[in-house]
Nanobody, 127 residues
Framework: HVQLVESGGGSAQPGGSLKLSCAVS????????MGWFRQVPGKERAAVAA????????YVADSVKGRFTISRDNARNIMYLQMNSPKPVDTAMYYC????????????????????WGQGTQVTVSS
């Protein structure tokens, strides 16, 4: 049974930084696709970044490219989203997601249909 618990959300100033964490249980190993998504009220959930454990390959949405970084500490089974230079438009509820048993790296990308989701952590960017 896969469980995901996000933490690290809160307030940030434009141009500052914030680091989100997602504690993962039940989805160890190298064939896991992990992702970060965000959603604002009235809009669909949008993919932010994805990470394939087997090769540490990452994918980042154009809207956050160069500012956000996804990574995973395999030993501790924690996934991170480092948010640098956040903007007010980045304000959203952020969710982590997992899809185990992904054999091929090419099957892990921003358009993947993930199987498990966390409860979310709110990020608010304002001055």
């Amino acid at each position: 049974h896969v469980q995901l618990v996000e933490s690290g959300g809160g307030s940030a100033q434009p141009g500052g930084s914030l680091k989100l964490s997602c504690a993962v249980s039940g989805a160890a190993g190298l064939r896991v696709c992990m992702g970060w998504f965000r959603q604002v009220p009235g809009k669909e959930r949008a993919a932010v970044a994805a990470h394939y454990t087997g090769t540490a390959t990452t994918y980042v949405a154009d809207s956050v490219k160069g500012r956000f970084t996804i990574s995973r500490d395999n030993a501790r089974n924690i996934m991170y989203l480092q948010m640098n230079s956040p903007k007010p438009v980045d304000t959203a509820m952020y969710y982590c997601a997992a899809k185990p048993d992904v054999v091929w790296q090419t099957d892990c990308h921003l358009g993947v249909r993930f199987d498990y989701w966390g409860q979310g952590t709110q990020v608010t960017v304002s001055s």
